[in-house]
C-alpha cells in the first residue's frame, strides 16, 4: 500500500493526492514499526527466531498475492524485503506462487464461522446502515 499511495500523491484529484499524502506518512510509520519488530525478533533469543521463522513459513505464501499483480510495486515492496531480510540474517522465502484465491472469492473453511457470526448483526440489525 505504501509503495501504490506514494505514486498517487501526485494524482490531479486534489483530494485523492491529500488522502495518500496522509497515508504516505501513517504507512511509513507502520513499515518502519514492523521491521524493527522483524529485526528484534530476528535477532533476540532462540525463541523469538524460531516463532518469527514458523510465522514467516505460515504467511509468506500469502504474500504474492498482495504484490505480483503490479511489477513495478512488487519491484519496490522487494527492495525493502531484501534489506530487511538481509539485516537480520533470517534467508528470505522463495517467490510463492500467485494464486488469487482471495482475491477471486475462494476461501479456506476458517471464513465461513466469520462471516456467520458478522452476519448475525446484520440480521439482528435489518435498518442499520453500516
Known amino acids: ?12 484529484d486534489q483530494v485523492l493526492a491529500a488522502v495518500a499524502a496522509k497515508g504516505v506518512k501513517e504507512l511509513t510509520y507502520h513499515r518502519d514499526w514492523a521491521g524493527r519488530w522483524f529485526l528484534t525478533l530476528a535477532q533476540g533469543t532462540e525463541e523469538s527466531r524460531r ?10 505464501p500469502y504474500q504474492a498475492e498482495l504484490t505480483d499483480l503490479n511489477e513495478e510495486l512488487r519491484h519496490e515492496v522487494d527492495a525493502v524485503l531484501d534489506q530487511v531480510f538481509a539485516v537480520s540474517g533470517v534467508e528470505r522465502p522463495g517467490r ?6 482471495g482475491r477471486d472469492g475462494a476461501h479456506t473453511d476458517a471464513l ?6 458478522m452476519q448475525v448483526v446484520a440480521r439482528a440489525h435489518p435498518s442499520g446502515r453500516w
Open 1 to 12: 500500500r505504501l509503495a501504490l499511495l506514494g505514486r498517487l500523491r501526485t494524482s490531479p
Open 51 to 60: 516463532r518469527l521463522v514458523a510465522a514467516l513459513e505460515a504467511l509468506w
Open 96 to 101: 510463492a506462487p500467485l494464486t488469487g484465491a
Open 112 to 117: 465461513g464461522p466469520l462471516l456467520a457470526e
